[in-house]
């Protein structure tokens, strides 16, 4: 019993040692050099240690029991700490490197090590777009043995939005490629190449694999974050839990142990449809069967049986012909943050019709002085696109985010235009639209459009914007749709296609034709209000029908 008493306290006491391990890394440091070598002095017939716990001497018996304990020693109790080994094995918080995550940098400089291997570099895959966590590898551009120098491209990386060109950062020599041309799925941080900085080294790579601490093998957000420390298990005795007692029917029994209470209806229903009571299960008082049992057991039959009918048959069941088509990066990110609209945006619209006729009027005045010009010609979607940006000018909540703790009000003005491609959708960027020309919209959207198209777009050309228009009317003839928002926006215009429609005219039987295009916007109702809405749109149809006001 006294040993088991003693070994109760003492478990006790060494349950705190996992506190030392939580300091800061100074104070951990200053516990291992200030009085690791001193030994503990005795007073009022207690010896301290450094764990945290007490040694005294009715200890005696314990460190007999246990003579490889911390507390014990083999003269008058003394602990000699400095023949203690101390062996930390897991992660202390925080990091005495200050190297920054795989995620933002290119490169991380390697050592040689007991494999013989030279000083390199692992160049890692680079975050080149905020959203981004995996790439795929186009094409490299160097060939292994080659020298690179600063500033030249090594390969094309296509992210989550675009085609982009990785640089290199050092010079040296292409000693090895990890992930070669066409290589799918690469995490953000993850090995894709080495390089040397002596060409005689080149070699000296040809088998070499990256090891599981390079791979970027930890989360996409930080792979170079260490797992954080399992915690022991403790194993939880639970007392066991009485399940309650299945509710049964009283048996229907009466007299005799084969006597069956039905009621009359009942016993009819069953005759008239072969069904034995002896099946059935009574739901009514006491046990009967009531009708509804009946039923109920009439109709559990019949699907079984029509859902045998077709094996009884034998019938085939013909296949279909599809062809599965891969994902693209593009693709994938897209119908993920769509996703993440849908569940997370509490989306509202609002849809109006405005009178375009000014508006062809003025496009077709505009269109002949570009043409004289050599211009570019200016398209409704430009006008669109203008006017929404004006009506972003004269109604800021609008042209707004929404944060946990604020909404973040842009005093720039960048619209995003839907693009499709082949590839997938793309949001390209027209910055600062409230200040630019027609002519110039024009020429920015056109070729913001092609480079979307030949997957060469950059991240300045997609990133930034506050507010997004989608117009499937001019080359859809899509009358009036609503879109998802593009998240961390607020609001996105969908635009209709015009038509011909009668108005009545002044007098009883008078009459006349207009155009009218219908705009539906989605709005984040967390940041834009019904009637906010409702005055974007307005102001947003009153550049439509008056045009000139735009170039004022």
Sequence with gaps: MAYAAHIIRHSKRLRTAPNLFRKEHAGLVQWFSDDLQRESSKIDGIWKIHL?????????????????????????????????????????????????????????RGFSSDSGLPPHQAIGMPSLSPTMTEGNIARWLKKEGEKVSVGEVLCE??????TVEMECMEEGYLAKIIKGDGSKEIKVGEVIAITVEDEEDIDKF??????????????????????????PTREVVQEPVSSPKPTTSRPSTGS????????????KLAEDHHVSLASIKG?????????????????????????????????????????????????????SRLLFSKQTIPHY?????????????????LNLLQEASGGKKISVNDLVIKAAALALKKVPQCNSSWTDDYIRQYNNVNINVAVQTDNGLYVPVVRDADKKGLSRIA???????????????????????????????????????????????????????????????????????????SATLSCDHRVIDGAIGAEWLRAFKGYLESPESMLL
Aim: proline letters at 8%.
């Design 206 to 231: 040809k088998d070499f694999s990256p090891s599981k601490s390079e791979t970027g093998a930890g989360s996409a957000k930080d792979p170079a974050s260490p797992k954080p420390a399992t915690p």
């Design 349 to 365: 619209y609002l849809t109006v019709d405005a009178c375009v006729d000014k508006l062809m009027d003025l496009r077709s005045k």
């Design 52 to 108: 945290h716990g007490y040694v005294t001497a009715e200890d005696k018996k314990f460190s007999r029991v246990f003579p490889k304990s911390p507390i014990s020693s083999s003269d008058g109790f003394k602990k000699n700490v400095s023949t203690t080994t101390l062996k930390v094995g897991f992660q202390m918080s925080g990091s005495l490197s200050t190297r920054p995550p795989c995620s933002q940098v290119l490169c991380r």
């Design 157 to 162: 990386v296509e992210t989550d939005k675009a």
């Design 283 to 335: 739901t009514g008082p006491d046990g009967r069967i009531v009708k509804a049992d009946i039923e109920d057991y009439l109709a559990s039959r019949g699907k079984d049986v029509s859902a045998a009918v077709p094996s009884a048959k034998g019938a085939v069941v013909p296949t279909l012909d599809y062809v599965d088509i891969p994902h693209t990066q593009i693709r994938k990110v897209t119908a």
């Design 256 to 267: 005799s142990e084969d006597r069956i209470f039905a009621s009359p209806l009942a016993r």
């Design 443 to 517: 020429e920015e959207v056109k070729l913001l459009a092609q480079k979307a198209k030949d997957n060469s777009l950059r991240p300045e050309d997609y990133e930034g914007g506050t507010f997004t228009v989608s117009n499937l009317g001019g080359p859809f003839g899509i009358k009036q749709f609503c879109a998802i928002i593009n998240p961390p926006q607020s609001g996105i215009l969908a635009v209709g296609s015009a038509e011909k429609r009668v108005i009545p005219g002044l007098g009883p039987d008078e009459f006349k034709f207009a155009s009218f295009m």
